[in-house]
């Protein structure tokens, strides 16, 4: 257990002081070459309690007010003419690439700057952890067919220029937009879908078969090509739902990390279909691998272990994550431009700098050295990050996180390894309790440093899934007596001598967090202050920081984030038990993956009811048409909360991936966004 649960904030501000001594003056105050390694940095700055109030003001204001996210959405007429980088008309005139109009579409998209066009040129700078720590990358510049919007409202054209489904639901066709070529060159086609789809993913040898995206009923999609640019989807059942569903990471191809599409021309020399089995197997052997399977898995990945492999992303690679120096340099082929005919991405290149530790890559950024950093900064050295940003030329951008909540606490409602406590994890009174005994205000203030409002596991209000205003702070405002009361409510009026209720058995009650360390947020101190609050109203909390248990069921209760989007569906894990590892009820999840041979049924047990509720619209939402699914989400997260099934604390807050460091000369770096994967960084650029 944990002993400062009464004293948190003395010794938050207690480590502030003795941080402003020992970190700052590690920061560096010179910034170095893109090929320096982030090793050790040293800064002088003095941190004011004006300095706190302002971040934290400035912080509450973004948080309440970035459900306003503007949309940037383009209106215009399509450019006639275009422009590229000057890097690219020299290659271009040196007979090393096509000329511009043969490299871009007939048809390219047209996206707009959050600011304003940008200048060609320069190199990024960004900080990573090593060869497992490929998301700053993977997450903002992933292509899919199409894109949420800016504000996640509306679906937006990205790869594909068109789409339409048909009357019964069953069938979607999608445009390819003409003359889109890979970064080496090679005509983007439908074939690469089919390639895919039917020499990748769905053969036995090399994987295990498509993501749930693109099943119906356990059933998967059949895929035809149509011609050269266009391709179609067909279930036996309607799909509605599937555009919706092609707008997240699962949806994307080998540039990110799937197999829904994939440059033919260069994996089918290593496919045996495509290439005689004695080539193939030197390539194998040359290569240290086991089998074909293998060895386009090992070629796959740019960013990884091939940077040569050719890319439909605005970035291709020079050296991969293992360099201490990750460099990536802009795809000329990219089929993107600005509203004035600018071929994107604007800076030539980015250069990715390996740091040991989550410690010393914040220092880097306080010290100027990173120009855009969005992960891994740390939310508890906020008035740090405000209190460096003149010395090192940097300015923050807090993003608020749009889909739900930022401490969540989920509880396992299928817990049974002790039935006393499960009987009380299972009553809806006793949850009601857990969070009316929460003060969120003071949580937000510790542990968010003012960036987050206490609120229920909610998207943004001016989101179309966002159930009322009076589901906001729904059980979840701060209420001691109103706890006091309903745990008494339910019979547990006896106390022993330290005033902890009695369990029905006459021991004290005990339960159990599980909190993860090395979160985007002090998960350990709001695990320390949610035991004080707690403990008022006489249940004693322990506390486990480390991996949660094995098998998921022996859980009591957990902490952690919920939500990328508004719309539950496109990171369903969050709210819906529908896998074994949900924090819900893993029993729930195991029923649900099993086909009901195994598990818990939610619709054999009362107290289960949410559960079964949004299991039905977890399956319904994903096929219905949008209107539909809009209610549908405002119900999911009304079954949420009228449940209990998860208690929010602070939502709308920066803390996971929403802190971020952005150097004072780079714009287009937009201020709200609904999904990470609208960040759009090829829009980045120097002045």
């Avoid at 391709?231 to 191809?253: C, D, E, I, R, V």
């Amino acid at each position: 257990m944990m002993n400062f649960k009464k004293s948190y904030r003395y010794y938050s501000l207690l480590f502030l002081t003795l941080m402003i001594g020992a970190l700052l003056t590690l920061i560096a105050c010179a910034t170095p070459t893109p090929e320096t390694v982030i090793k050790e940095v040293k800064v002088e700055v003095i941190v004011t309690k004006e300095v706190i109030k302002e971040v934290e003001a400035k912080a509450a204001y973004l948080a309440t007010t970035g459900k306003q996210v503007p949309n940037y959405k383009y209106t215009g007429s399509a450019p006639t003419s275009f422009s590229e980088a000057p890097s690219l008309t020299a290659l271009a005139n040196a007979g090393k690439i096509a000329p511009l109009q043969d490299r871009l579409p007939s048809e390219p998209l047209v996206v707009v700057p959050p600011d304003r066009i940008g200048k060609y040129g320069g190199t990024l700078r960004f900080g990573f952890l090593g060869a497992g720590d490929p998301d700053a990358i993977l997450e903002t510049n992933f292509d899919s067919p199409v894109k949420l919007s800016r504000d996640g409202k509306e679906i937006e054209p990205n790869l594909a220029k068109s789409w339409s489904v048909s009357a019964d639901g069953k069938s979607w066709t999608w445009n390819l937009r003409k003359g889109m070529k890979w970064s080496d060159g090679t005509a983007y086609t439908s074939d690469d879908w089919i390639f895919a789809w039917e020499d990748l993913t769905n053969n036995p040898a090399f994987s295990g078969g498509p993501s749930g995206d693109f099943k119906v009923n356990g059933e998967k999609a059949t895929l035809v090509k149509i011609n050269d640019t266009s391709f179609k989807y067909s279930w036996p059942t309607p799909y509605h739902g599937f555009a919706w569903q092609l707008t997240g990471f699962g949806a994307a191809g080998t540039y990110v990390w799937g197999f829904n599409y994939a440059p033919k021309h260069y994996f089918s020399k290593m496919h045996p279909k495509y290439t005689s089995a004695d080539v193939v197997a030197q390539q194998v052997k040359d290569a240290g691998v086991e089998d074909w399977a293998k060895l386009i898995r090992l070629k796959a990945f740019w960013w990884q272990n091939n940077p040569e492999v050719p890319v439909i992303g605005p970035f291709k690679g020079i050296t991969t994550a293992h360099n201490e120096v990750w460099r990536m340099t802009r795809n000329p082929y990219y089929w993107v431009v600005d509203p004035e005919g600018n071929q994107l991405p604007y800076i030539d290149s980015w250069n990715g700098q390996a740091s040991q530790s989550k410690e010393l890559l914040n220092l880097a950024a306080m010290g100027g050295q990173l120009d855009f950093q969005y992960r891994h900064v740390d939310i508890n050295k906020l008035p740090l990050f405000k209190a460096s940003a003149e010395r090192g030329n940097y300015r923050l951008i807090l993003w608020p996180r749009p889909g739900g909540n930022e401490g969540n606490i989920y509880v396992n409602q299928t817990y049974d390894a002790d039935p006393e406590i499960a009987k009380y994890l299972t009553n809806l009174d006793f949850r009601k309790a857990l969070s009316y005994a929460i003060d969120r205000s003071e949580i937000a203030t510790a542990i968010w440093h003012g960036t987050g409002v206490g609120r229920n596991f909610l998207p943004f209000p001016d989101h179309p899934m966002y159930p009322g205003a009076e589901y906001e702070t729904k059980f979840a405002t701060y209420d001691v007596a109103k706890a006091n009361s309903l745990l008494d409510g339910i019979g547990m009026t006896k106390k022993d001598s330290n005033g902890i209720r009695l369990r029905g058995d006459g021991k004290p009650l005990e339960i159990t967090l599980f909190i993860s360390p090395g979160a985007h947020v002090s998960y350990e101190g709001l695990g320390s202050l949610l035991e004080g609050y707690w403990s008022k109203v006489g249940i004693k909390t322990l506390l486990k920081v480390g991996k949660r248990p094995k098998p998921a069921n022996l859980f009591q209760l957990y902490i952690w984030e919920a939500g990328h989007t508004g719309d539950p569906w496109l990171s369903p894990h969050f709210a819906f038990p529908f896998w074994t590892g949900t924090f819900q009820g893993p029993k729930v999840g195991e029923w649900y993956q099993s086909g009901g041979k195994d598990g818990v049924d939610p619709n054999s047990r009362p107290e289960l009811k949410g559960h079964a509720r949004i299991l039905e619209l977890f399956d319904a939402g994903k096929l219905a048409k949008t209107e539909e699914r809009v209610k549908m989400g405002q119900e999911v997260f009304r079954t949420i909360v009228d449940n209990q099934i998860a208690i929010g604390t602070i939502g709308m807050g920066p803390a996971f991936n929403g802190v971020g460091i952005v150097r004072n000369n780079l714009i287009n770096v937009p201020e709200t966004y609904a999904f990470i994967g609208a960040i759009r960084p090829a829009l980045f650029s120097f002045e």
